[in-house]
């Protein structure tokens, strides 16, 4: 379905209910827009109804990673604490007004390190945006942070733009233009193929210009 960012922020602002807590997933290929878009929708819906909370904060970390010998595929979805991000997905579901806010790691780029405790999500807001790659995978904890969540929508935009989009990402943070072809093209599409086989699991497949 072919939508417009006005069309979805209506979307989402029909999943708010004053006192209550829904959770919308925006789930995606690397270089899909997901990100951009869960942003849109929480500037969008302003800080007193939406708040942001992205998967990529439930990252295994560098030192883990070269642990399991598996830093060279850093972004696989067995790269990823799943157990935890269900458990906060639970968390933020269950949250009512009058309940201590939620803390949530993020992930930062510019050091390609989580952080915990990064952003505040105070229980008074009625909706959390969370975005990520494998909200709707059926393996590992995954399924139950999925049934936590009210819609989850797939995003995607044609392939081209998606690479190219995502080799400029790894340029801009200190790849060479051969590395950065290498890995959009290598460990990303090999998590993109995976990702995109989830895409009929969602309630709305959004296709973004």
């Known amino acids: 379905m072919r939508c417009t960012t006005a069309e979805l922020v209506e979307r989402a602002r029909a999943l708010v209910v004053p006192g209550e807590r829904a959770i919308l997933g925006i789930v ?23 708040v942001g909370v992205g998967m990529d904060g439930f990252h295994l970390s560098d030192a883990v990673l070269a642990a399991h010998g598996s830093r060279e595929r850093k972004g696989a979805i067995d790269t990823f ?49 969370t975005e990520g790659n494998y909200l709707l995978a059926g ?5 139950a942070a ?13 392939e081209d733009l998606r690479l190219a989009r995502l080799e400029e990402r790894h340029r801009a943070f200190g790849k060479s233009p051969a590395d950065a072809a290498v890995w959009a093209r290598g460990s ?22």
């Not at 999925?146 to 044609?158: G, I, L």
């Not at 090999?190 to 497949?205: H, K, M, P, W, Y």
Request: without cysteine; glycine residues 10%.
């Open 139 to 143: 393996t590992g904890a995954w399924p």
């Open 28 to 50: 995606g290929a690397p270089g899909s827009g997901k990100s951009t878009l869960a942003q849109r929708l929480v500037e969008t819906l302003g800080p007193g109804t939406a």
């Open 188 to 209: 990303d599409q090999v998590n993109a193929e995976l990702i995109a086989r989830t895409r009929g699991a969602a309630d709305l497949v959004a296709e973004l210009g």
């Open 81 to 129: 604490d799943d157990a935890g991000y269900a458990a906060l997905v639970a968390r933020l579901a269950d949250a009512r007004p009058g309940d201590r806010p939620i803390y949530a790691p993020v992930f930062r780029r510019e050091i390609e390190e989580p952080v915990a405790a990064g952003v505040e999500v105070p229980a008074e807001i009625p909706l959390v945006v």
């Open 146 to 158: 999925r049934a936590r969540m009210s819609e989850v929508w797939y995003v995607e935009v044609a």
